[in-house]
């Protein structure tokens, strides 16, 4: 009973959240003091950091903006130094505590135990049991590649909390509470105050992302509306759901058009080194309109091709590259290249990959953990189809799950690079992969009712 007394303290969401926040401040001192310099020094790139990662530039660029402050005043600091969040926001850190990556870990910790809670409050309230939401959500808090941002300083560090923080106020505005009653107005206000701050998070580090995001939600929402009138649904209480959809696809379209800026486009290749918010274009693409397709759809797959043939040309050479003498010349590649990009989002880094050698030693280990992730998420995502037929009826699944695997496929589009796929999938398989482990939990007693601490949210 000792697993089922630590598992039902979990499940309060405050003790949650601190234990995530200290456990990410110890593998952040482990990781940064003992296991790069001491362990697997031929790794370690200085300072704690990473080789083979962006981390050095991030801190390079901070280090600069910390010193321009310590000399002229907090009138030189700016939010995005040399168009990066992460710098600006970890200067503020090195300034105030020490000029080092160690310095930056308390805010790491700050997001990372809060998008932790968020999953899991998600998935308690998708399964209605609070025993099997914090198993279902133990591997998005515990699998080892996130170290690779929690542990360090990256755009995932900011881009997977504010993710998790709009996939879950969609699921509260999108389902009903216990009572199956729409949300109160405070309620329906910390969802939409939530969506927003997640929006925020993104697009200050990957606005094309939150472009395209926003624009599936839109889609999620003019779909609730035909469920929700096909139902049945009460005039009163559907004027009140719908007003809570508007809200929350207002506060993302707000959040794209304020933090839009001129000379984007919506490709990158996530360099340290540049803006993240989409490199520009040097040569026209030739692209075939498809007189069928509203013009608008037309030219979002315009901007995936866009995107795909910007990260093959600015990429740096690598072995991890897949698919890249594929372009997109017209919405007919795209499409029909759909059904490959979900493979690769779903299963790669595939098997032959899994233990082969890479150009850095760090890039090898990385490969042989990623066949333990891979392992697991391939059992996990076994029990996918069982939840969402159990859960069928929920409008919150289908709006999850269409969006996290409409994600999926961009990425895999938009980015034929399985490293880098590997990190910036993550806030989109992980939910999916948690919602598989809760459909395995769901064929046993674990998540069971009448467990103790298998509460009902």
């Not at 303290?9 to 003790?15: A, F, G, V």
């Not at 801190?59 to 040399?82: F, K, M, N």
């Not at 020490?98 to 998935?123: E, H």
């Amino acid at each position: 009973m000792k697993l089922y007394d630590a598992l039902n303290w979990l499940t309060k969401p405050r003790h949650l959240w601190l234990a995530v926040f200290v456990y990410t401040i110890v593998a952040g001192v482990f990781v940064q003091f003992v296991l790069l310099p001491l362990v697997f020094p031929s790794w370690h790139d200085g300072y704690g950091l990473l080789k083979g990662v962006d981390g050095w530039n991030f801190h390079r660029v901070a280090l600069h903006l910390a010193q321009a402050i310590d000399q002229h005043g907090w009138s030189q600091w700016t939010l995005e130094p040399q168009g990066q969040l992460v710098s600006g926001i970890a200067a503020i850190f090195y300034v105030l505590i020490y000029p080092a990556p160690w310095s930056v870990l308390p805010i790491n910790a700050l997001l990372n135990a809060t998008s932790c809670v968020c999953l899991y409050l998600l998935l308690a309230r998708l399964t209605e049991d609070r025993l099997a939401g914090i198993i279902a959500a133990a591997p998005f808090m515990l699998f080892p590649s996130n170290f690779l941002w929690n542990t360090q300083f990256h755009n995932e560090n900011y881009a997977v909390p504010g993710v998790v923080f709009i996939l879950f106020g969609w699921i509260l505005v999108s389902g009903q509470n216990t009572a199956r009653r729409a949300l109160s107005a405070w309620q329906t206000a910390g969802a939409v105050a939530l969506i927003a701050i997640g929006s925020i998070l993104l697009g200050l580090v990957r606005h094309y992302i939150l472009t395209a995001l926003t624009a599936l939600f839109l889609v999620t929402a003019i779909a609730l509306a035909a469920v929700w009138l096909l139902q049945g649904i009460e005039s009163r209480e559907y004027l009140t759901r719908m007003m809570m959809v508007l809200a929350a696809c207002a506060s993302m379209i707000l959040v794209v058009q304020a933090l839009a800026k001129p000379e984007e486009t919506v490709a990158s290749n996530g360099s340290a080194t540049g803006n993240d918010s989409g490199p520009k274009e040097t040569k026209a693409l030739k692209w075939s309109r498809t007189i069928w397709l509203p013009s608008v759809v037309d030219f979002q797959l315009s901007e995936i091709a866009r995107a795909r043939r910007q990260f093959v040309r600015t990429s740096a050479p690598g072995d991890t590259g897949i698919d890249l003498d594929v372009t997109f010349r017209n919405a007919g590649d795209v499409l029909a290249y759909s059904p490959r990009a979900l493979q690769i989002g779903f299963l790669s880094p595939f098997p032959s990959l899994w233990f082969s050698e890479s150009e850095k030693s760090a890039g090898t280990a990385m490969r042989a953990v990623s066949a333990f992730e891979m392992g697991f998420v391939y059992l996990a995502l076994a029990g996918l189809p069982i939840f969402v037929w159990q859960r069928r009826r929920q409008p919150a699944v289908w709006v999850i799950l269409s969006v996290c695997v409409g994600m999926l496929a961009i990425y895999a589009m938009s980015v034929p690079n399985v490293g880098a796929l590997y990190r910036f999938r993550y806030p989109y398989l992980m939910p999916l992969v948690c919602l598989g482990l809760a459909g395995w939990i769901s064929r046993t007693r674990i998540g069971s009712p009448d467990i103790k601490g298998g509460k009902t949210v």
